[in-house]
């Protein structure tokens, strides 16, 4: 009986495991398959909406150029998987598709130097893969989609030089990797959130912006040079350099009133015992005990 119920088990284990196996399978097959028609599909989208006037996405083309877009050109795979877009000073205008958002596995993108218009799609906000996002020196219009501070592995966002409007979003100052966040030379309005000092931000040139009414020390960096850091350092120098003086200087007095009385003890001492021989009680020692007495002695008359 104990046996049958070990057997029953063990196919049931079994079972359950291959089940796992075929789940496990499929889960790794599927996306790998459907990504390639999503990625081909994403990315003819987003050339049609974009304007080409020097033919450079030409080899975006599923039916002339294969259906691999590993082999198209400004377009960087890994693993069979578009990761990396970089159409920087192409002369591209017109918009940019929503579809980019369908490219689920984009880690950079960089579109800057062109005169692309419109919205920055919101989706974009949801592409969680992004690590950079340069969307600089373009007509982009609009607001910044808030979405763009959710995205958990984003470093470097750049939108500056473009015509975006309305605030900054409170979710880019909370953003947990950001490390370059540049959206000058827009027109952005409101006040500008606090961020944390480890993030450098460039907000200038946008002349609606407000600065906020906090503690004047918890303004935005506005220069890449992280001034606001180097004074961080300089204060707690001079703090530490304050207190290592403060403790040399209560050494010191410690060291030197212990010093007089020793040295009182001692001249107390020797001129009890020879009472009469002043020259004893100043030859002493060197110290500057011995010369102040000479010199007031001196001084005096
Ligand atoms: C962009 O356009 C200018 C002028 O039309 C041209 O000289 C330049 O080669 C173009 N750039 C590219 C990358 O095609
Ligand atoms: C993407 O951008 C990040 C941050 O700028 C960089 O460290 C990384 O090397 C880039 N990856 C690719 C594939 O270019
Ligand atoms: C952005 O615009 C400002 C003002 O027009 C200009 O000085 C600056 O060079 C531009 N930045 C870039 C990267 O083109
Ligand atoms: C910039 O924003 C301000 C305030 O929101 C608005 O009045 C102005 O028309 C905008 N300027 C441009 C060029 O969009």
């Not at 005169?115 to 989706?123: L, R």
């Not at 947990?176 to 944390?196: E, K, Q, R, V």
């Amino acid at each position: 009986m104990a046996a049958g119920t070990t057997a029953r088990t063990s196919a049931a284990a079994a079972a359950v495991v291959m089940g796992l196996l075929v789940v496990a399978a499929a889960a790794l097959l599927s996306p790998a398959a459907v990504g390639d028609v999503e990625e081909v599909t994403a990315l003819v989208a987003i050339r049609a909406a974009l304007v080409d006037p020097s033919r450079v996405l030409s080899g975006w083309d599923a039916a002339a150029g294969g259906g691999d877009p590993c082999g198209w050109p400004m377009v960087t795979c890994y693993q069979g998987h578009v990761y990396e877009l970089s159409l920087t000073h192409q002369n591209l205008s017109g918009m940019l598709s929503p579809a980019i958002g369908r490219l689920t596995l984009l880690q950079n993108l960089s579109l800057c130097n062109n005169a692309i218009s419109g919205p920055i799609p919101d989706i974009i906000g949801r592409m969680e893969s992004l690590q950079s996002l340069d969307l600089s020196n373009n007509h982009f219009t609009g607001s910044i989609p808030s979405t763009l501070g959710g995205l958990s592995n984003l470093l470097f966002l750049k939108l500056n030089n473009n015509s975006l409007s309305g605030p900054v979003p409170h979710s880019l100052a909370t953003a947990p990797m950001i490390s370059t966040l540049d959206l000058s030379f827009n027109n952005l309005s409101g006040n500008w959130p606090i961020f944390h000092a480890r993030i450098n931000v460039l907000l200038g040139g946008n002349p609606f912006l407000n600065t906020p009414a906090e503690e004047p020390l918890d303004l935005p960096i506005q220069n890449p040079t992280d001034t606001k850091d180097d004074s961080n350092i300089k204060d707690k120098r001079v703090r530490i350099i304050s207190i290592v003086a403060l403790s040399l200087a209560i050494g010191c007095a410690v060291a030197f009133i212990t010093a007089i009385i020793v040295l009182h003890h001692r001249r107390w001492r020797e001129q009890a015992i020879a009472v009469n021989d002043i020259s004893s009680a100043i030859s002493v020692t060197d110290s500057g005990l011995s010369q102040y007495s000479i010199s007031t002695i001196l001084i005096l008359p």
